[in-house]
């Protein structure tokens, strides 16, 4: 009787145990439909993509899919390999490949491949069906760019009619700038006191666009200096600026009808590592005690370095930079600075040239369609008109 | 030939970069590439020119005893010494623990690692001297620069004012004023790329 | 050697402090040991980084390449572009053909103008036009809209100030001058945020005299 009772009492104790030891069977999620591969657009032709219409658990349903998994392989009956994983909700997978035949990324053009995608909850998944073939290639224009296109084109027809109307003789008014008068006071200065003009072109190297912009002023500078017989020193940081500003201060002596006076030693390479190069114009300046100082082009860190010992040898100074962070130090330490856009107005001012006055009212009317953008921008985000936002986006 | 051509270079090689950033095609971002590595290379070449020229430049001041020659001739020893030890063979110049590396280490990185500090008295002295001018603008400068300087101090009862000034001064008129900067800047690079792209800008390439 | 390298290194940082009185031989021993080294070093770590992995090793192997596999089509012959155009640029040493040395300044000056006017053109009106397209009036947030108005009104003065062709007079010219002032904020907190920095930065250097070097500072 005992026994019985115990084998009673026993059995479905087992029984419960062995139902809760051994894992329930999980419900296999329905499979994502729809899979289509095509090419990514704008790109370099080495990138696939993929979309589905998501599984019918997906957020409903069993509501099981965790993640989705991207299969693809070169037939569809060759066995797939992963591409990827995104998770549930999402329906795009860019299948990004490499353009290098040696890395194992690589992905040619012009090749087929098919797509399958998994549909996974947990351990446990579906497979759709395979998707159309699809192969890549490079496209000959990024739609996403159209905004910046639109840019280039506008502003060249602002640049090439007010240089046009220039040209032809139209007189183009631009405002004084404080920094660009005091040049010839400052070079007549250095004559008078028979001491040379020092001329930094900063940290830039030649494919900076504000040295380049620093050329066009070193150039007439030097021609002034040139008519005035008077030494102009330029210390550079970098081999080819040194190279572009030997040419360029030869031209200006050139053009001043001195070229006997050039002396190519005073356009000279010091180094090019920071402070290094702070070190030795700074020696320069406490030795030489040069009348005038500009700094004109790319500066960092160093900026108040140069500008307060310049300061300390008792030098007018002159500075531009389109640098923000080093302005505030220009400020502080030299008489005049050159803020931002200035220093590349700065060639037109001197030269007085009417296409480079040109190009300057060129510039003026880009800072007006800006405006007009802004305000116009700020009425339709006001009213919720996301179509203006999306104007100005720019894929890359 | 001698400013026909560099001028054909200027604007060919100039317009493909415009061009390319339009065109994803893999040829364009190959050759793109290989632009940049080209300018890489001369780039180097170049450092050859200035070499010579600090060679030429103390050595001239070392024969005509100029004032100070015995500095340039310390120069001049510094950068052949470094040279030699760049380049002794079998040994690897740039691994640390070089001779070359230990130089570097123990010379440079001292002295440029202190002429970085000296900027703490000069940002000093440029302030007193900048704020002493009592102009409007200059009081601007100081008030905005004092609110940021005092964010992180703490000053009792006014923290919390002087906080949100900051942060306000920083996200608001701040980036305001940033962005009508670069703006402006963007327009004046446009204007100036485009100047080279067109051969009106030259002066870089001098004269005959 | 660790000790030697450090006393070496704590002469030398008192020699270019030493310039905070005046400038003095110390000073100009250390700044022309400084100018030497300096140039010394960057040709050497620009040859064995750029000029030798580019230049050396990429055409040894496409002679390699040609030699051994007898196939002449390789992209790093390419190189010898670059290696050509180096040349030029140094024939600027010798006065009758230095002219030559402008084909490879044109090549980085036409390059570097081409890309500039696409990528400012981008990155600094683009870019800055879209993130300050922003809506003046928020609903029920009147923080917000004032902000929004302010960086409006910022943007807006402190481009009418960068107008070239226009005299800052009337209207137009009481704009441009709250551009400058919106401007001056914006660099009295440059300004005040690198004061900081500066200052650790000598915190730095009194930490290695008088903690690394007298062990004064634990």
């Not at chain 1, 894992?23 to 994502?32: D, F």
């Not at chain 1, 224009?141 to 506008?154: E, F, M, Q, R, S």
């Not at chain 3, 993130?131 to 108005?149: A, F, K, M, Q, R």
């Amino acid at each position: 009787m005992k026994k019985t009772k115990f084998i009673i009492l026993i059995i479905p104790l087992i029984l419960i145990f062995f139902n809760l030891s051994s894992p329930q069977e999980k419900p296999v999620p329905l499979p994502p439909t729809e899979v289509k591969a095509f090419d990514t657009p704008n790109d370099n032709g080495h990138s696939l993509s993929v979309t589905w219409k998501l599984s019918p658990d997906d957020g409903a349903g069993k509501n099981n899919v965790v993640a989705y998994e991207i299969l693809r392989a070169e037939s569809p009956k060759e066995e797939f390999e992963v591409r990827g994983m995104v998770p549930s909700g999402e329906n795009l997978f860019d299948d990004k490949g490499s353009r290098e035949k040696e890395d194992k990324n690589y992905l040619p053009s012009h090749k087929n491949y098919y797509y399958k995608i998994r549909a996974k909850a947990d351990n446990i998944f579906s497979e759709s069906e395979v998707s159309n073939p699809a192969f890549a290639y490079g496209q000959w224009y990024h739609t996403g760019k159209t905004p910046v296109l639109a840019g280039v084109i506008i502003f060249s027809i602002f640049a090439l009619t007010f240089i046009t109307l220039a040209r032809k003789g139209k007189k183009l008014y631009i405002r004084p700038l404080p920094g660009i008068e005091a040049v010839d006071e400052a070079v007549g200065r250095a004559t008078e006191m028979g001491k040379p003009i020092l001329y930094v072109l900063g940290l830039g190297t030649a494919a900076d666009i504000a040295t380049i912009a620093s050329f066009t002023i070193l150039n007439r500078i030097a021609k002034i200096t040139a008519e005035h017989r008077t030494t102009i020193l330029v210390p550079c940081y970098d081999s080819v600026v040194m190279a572009a500003a030997q040419e360029t201060v030869r031209a200006g002596y050139l053009e001043a009808g001195r070229p006997d006076i050039y002396k190519e030693e005073n356009v000279f390479f010091v180094t090019s590592m920071q402070f290094a190069y702070v070190a030795g114009v700074n020696g320069l300046m406490l030795r030489e005690k040069p009348a005038t100082n500009f700094y004109l082009g790319k500066f960092y860190a160093e900026s108040l370095l140069l500008a307060e010992t310049g300061s300390i040898a008792g030098s007018i100074q002159i500075s531009g930079t389109d640098e923000i962070a080093q302005i505030p130090f220009f400020i502080a330490a030299t008489d005049y600075t050159l803020i931002g856009e200035e220093l590349y107005a700065a060639s037109a001012y001197l030269g007085k040239e009417p296409v480079l006055l040109g190009t300057l009212k060129a510039q003026d009317w880009g800072k007006a369609v800006v405006i007009i953008c802004l305000i116009l921008g700020a009425l339709a985000a006001s009213f919720h008109f996301q179509f203006f936002l999306n104007l100005f986006r720019v894929q890359l | 030939m001698r400013r026909t051509l560099p001028f054909a270079l200027v604007t060919g090689v100039g317009f493909f970069m415009l061009v390319q950033y339009f065109v994803p095609k893999e040829e364009f971002e190959i050759a793109y590439e290989w632009i940049l590595d080209w300018t890489i290379v001369i780039g180097c070449f170049a450092m050859l020119l200035g070499l010579w020229s600090l060679t030429r430049v103390n050595i001239s001041k070392v024969q005509r005893k100029t004032p100070g020659w015995g500095y340039s001739l310390i120069a001049i020893a510094g950068m052949v010494f470094m040279l030699l030890v760049g380049f002794i063979p079998g040994q690897k110049s740039l691994e640390r623990g070089s001779t070359f590396m230990l130089l570097f280490e123990y010379i440079y990185i001292p002295i440029q690692a202190t002429m970085f500090s000296l900027l703490a008295f000069y940002i000093a002295s440029a302030a007193y001297r900048a704020f002493r001018a009592r102009t409007v603008l200059a009081t601007i400068l100081l008030l905005s620069a004092i609110i940021i300087m005092l964010r992180l101090v703490p000053l009792g009862p006014l923290s919390e004012i002087n906080q949100w000034l900051a942060n306000f001064i920083l996200t608001v008129p701040n980036m305001a004023a940033k962005r009508a900067f670069w703006i402006g800047v963007g327009l004046g690079v446009t204007a100036t790329s485009l100047k080279i792209l067109l051969g009106i800008e030259r002066t870089y390439m001098g004269r005959d | 050697m660790e000790t030697f390298g450090l006393w070496i290194a704590a002469l030398l940082t008192l020699g270019i402090m030493s310039f905070l009185y005046k400038d003095n031989p110390i000073y100009k021993f250390c700044e022309s040991i400084f100018i030497g080294i300096s140039a010394g070093y960057w040709f050497v770590s620009l040859f064995w980084q750029s000029m030798y992995p580019r230049l050396y090793l990429n055409i040894r192997g496409a002679i390699s390449t040609l030699l051994h596999e007898g196939r002449i089509s390789d992209d790093r012959w390419l190189y010898l572009v670059a290696g050509i155009l180096g040349v030029m640029m140094l024939l600027r040493l010798v006065p009758k053909i230095g002219w030559i040395s402008r084909w490879p300044l044109s090549f980085i000056v036409g390059s570097t103008a081409g890309l500039y006017f696409i990528t400012y053109l981008q990155s600094n009106i683009m870019n800055q036009i879209r993130s300050t397209i922003i809506p003046i009036y928020v609903p029920g947030n009147l923080g917000i809209s004032i902000s929004n108005l302010i960086v409006f009104v910022g943007v807006f003065c402190g481009l009418v100030y960068f107008f070239f062709s226009r005299e800052h007079k009337g209207a137009f010219g009481g704009a441009a001058k709250v551009g400058i002032w919106f401007l001056m904020i914006t660099f009295g907190a440059s300004f005040g945020f690198t004061v900081m920095s500066r200052m650790s930065l000598l915190i730095g250097r009194i930490d290695f005299l008088f903690g690394t070097w007298l062990g004064l500072i634990k």
